[in-house]
C-alpha cells in the first residue's frame, strides 16, 4: 500500500515537472496550451482511495494554477474529473475485474482506453474553460480553444502514457 502511494506522488511529480516547466510555455496557434495533468487523474487505477486521489489531483490542479495565474481552474476541473474517473473507469473495465487493475490498453483493450481518456479529457478540458471564461459571449473564440487545446492534449497524453508504458 505504501509503495502504491509512493508511485502515485511520483507520478504526479513527473507530470508536475513536465507541465510547469515545458507545457505551460507552448501556445500553439495561438489558442491551444496542452494540459498533461488530466492523464494523473486517467491513471488513477481501479480500487485508489478516492478521498485520497481527490486531493491529490486537487494539489496538482492548484500548484499548476499557481504557476499558471489560472486561481482555482485547473484544481476545480481536477477535482471534478478526479470525481468522476471512478465512475467512468468502472464502465470502460470488464465486468469481471479485480480491484487493483489498472487503467492501460492491455487490460482495457485500445478501443476503450482511448475512449476513457477521451471522456475524463474532454470532460476536464469543458470544466476548465467553462470556469476559465466565466462567460458564453465569446463562443467562437471558447470553442476553439476547447478544441484545440483538447487535441494538443490528447496527443500529449498518449505520448505520455505510451512512454510511461501503458500503452
Known amino acids: 500500500m505504501t509503495l502504491s502511494i509512493f508511485n502515485r506522488i511520483g507520478q504526479m511529480l513527473a507530470v508536475l515537472c513536465v507541465q510547469v516547466l515545458v507545457l505551460n510555455h507552448i501556445h500553439l496557434w495561438g489558442y491551444a496550451t496542452p494540459l498533461l495533468c488530466f492523464a494523473f487523474v486517467a491513471l488513477a487505477p481501479l480500487g485508489a482511495n478516492r478521498i485520497q486521489e ?61 475512449v476513457y481518456l477521451s471522456l475524463i479529457l474532454a470532460l476536464g478540458f469543458i470544466v476548465y474553460f467553462a470556469l476559465d471564461c466565466f462567460s458564453f459571449c465569446r463562443s467562437s473564440d471558447l470553442f476553439l480553444a476547447l478544441a484545440c487545446s483538447y487535441v494538443s492534449s490528447m496527443f500529449v497524453t498518449l505520448v505520455f502514457v505510451g512512454l510511461y508504458g501503458r500503452f
Do not use: N, W
Open 54 to 114: 481527490m486531493v491529490m489531483s486537487f494539489v496538482l490542479g492548484l500548484v499548476v494554477d499557481i504557476f499558471s495565474t489560472t486561481p482555482g481552474v485547473c484544481a476545480g476541473a481536477m477535482v471534478l474529473a478526479s470525481f468522476v474517473q471512478h465512475y467512468l473507469f468502472v464502465l470502460m473495465a470488464p465486468k469481471d475485474s479485480e480491484p487493483g487493475l489498472k487503467p492501460c490498453a492491455k487490460e482495457l483493450g485500445r478501443f476503450h482506453f482511448i
